[in-house]
């Protein structure tokens, strides 16, 4: 027993170094705005005055980042940014490089939660993204649809199946969730930056999710051995897209981020598809623009507001049929 053992801490590591990563592991994501907010509230407690957070230059918040990541690397903790698809800002998140759902959000979230979030998953990865439809999201009426475990997935779970993390006893003992409990789950998982939900009405997987589950999804969803890949990365910054453009040619794999795009081509000489040469015209989506861009869904918009669910259903199953 080595009772004078001290745990590894980086050199200089300080109160304000400890109450920096505190808050981050609390929140488990940080813009470059709240990181510089947080750092200037911290020195203000210490200094006994306001500090302003404008004051706060990027390389003190990077520093701050810097040694938060040396001091929790021992434990199988990261800390690493993502730039949000949507919103072109950058993410730093916290995260356990060992992750999966389960692992994830068993702290906060009940095993029914959590048997839950696996059938979102799915329905998100699977149900809801084909060849042809790549939405990577649900509205609510599909988040409703999956409240409780199909018979069918009680035989073959694909999510516990492939990661063989859960006791078989665990998936045959689900009851599923009230359609009440869903939604309050939803927004729960809104709040906690997990998922997003957008103007429309979908949900998709938020930054901090993406980031965490990145090699889950991976492992979970993608097969090797085919050419089209549930999780696809955007040719221009290698990240996950799931709010993008898709090449013209539905066969062809590349997409990219709205965001990246337009450094993409300024670099080349035409915009062309680099894998396929099609002419790349950004009219092709991944998200839920797939189903959104759609002219029926534009007349339920517009018209009847109420059936926006059958909509996006119909297109989920004109794309089954095929
Ligand atoms: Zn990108
Ligand atoms: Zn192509």
Request: charged residues 30%; aromatic residues 8%; glycine residues 6%.
């Amino acid at each position: 027993m080595e009772i004078d053992w001290e745990p590894p801490l980086p050199a200089g590591y300080n109160d304000l170094h400890r109450s920096f990563l505190q808050n981050f592991m609390a929140q488990g994501t940080l813009t470059l705005k709240q990181g510089k907010k947080l750092l200037a509230d911290l020195k203000s407690k210490t200094t006994f005055e306001p500090v302003d957070p404008d004051t706060i230059t990027l390389d003190q918040f990077t520093d701050a980042i810097r040694t938060a990541r040396e001091a929790v690397e021992p434990l199988d903790y990261d800390i690493r940014y993502m730039r949000d698809q949507v919103r072109d800002e950058r993410v730093w998140v916290f995260y356990n490089t060992q992750s999966d759902p389960a692992s994830q959000m068993a702290t906060v979230h009940s095993a029914e939660e959590v048997a839950y979030i696996k059938r979102l998953l799915d329905a998100m990865f699977e149900t809801y993204n084909t060849p042809r439809m790549e939405v990577m999201a649900v509205d609510e009426g599909q988040a409703l649809k999956v409240s409780r475990p199909s018979r069918q997935s009680m035989g073959n779970g694909h999510v516990n199946g492939a990661n063989g993390e859960d006791a078989e006893g665990s998936q045959s003992a689900t009851r599923g969730l009230k359609h009440s409990e869903v939604l309050a789950l939803l927004s729960n998982l809104v709040a906690e930056g997990w998922l997003e939900k957008s103007r429309d009405g979908f949900y998709s997987l938020g930054t901090r999710a993406l980031v965490e589950l990145w090699s889950w999804l991976v492992a979970t969803y993608n097969d090797e051995e085919e050419e089209w890949q549930h999780i696809k990365f955007c040719e221009a910054c290698k990240e996950i897209v799931t709010h993008g453009q898709r090449c013209n040619n539905v066969d062809c794999t590349i997409r990219l981020h709205d965001v990246c795009e337009g450094n993409f081509w300024r670099t080349r000489p035409d915009r062309k598809c680099p894998k396929c040469q099609t002419e790349w015209d950004g009219s092709q989506f991944v998200g839920e623009r797939a189903i959104t861009s759609r002219s029926a869904f534009q007349r339920s918009r517009a018209g009847r507001r109420g059936r926006r669910s059958e909509v996006a259903e119909d297109a989920g199953e004109e794309e089954a049929e095929d």
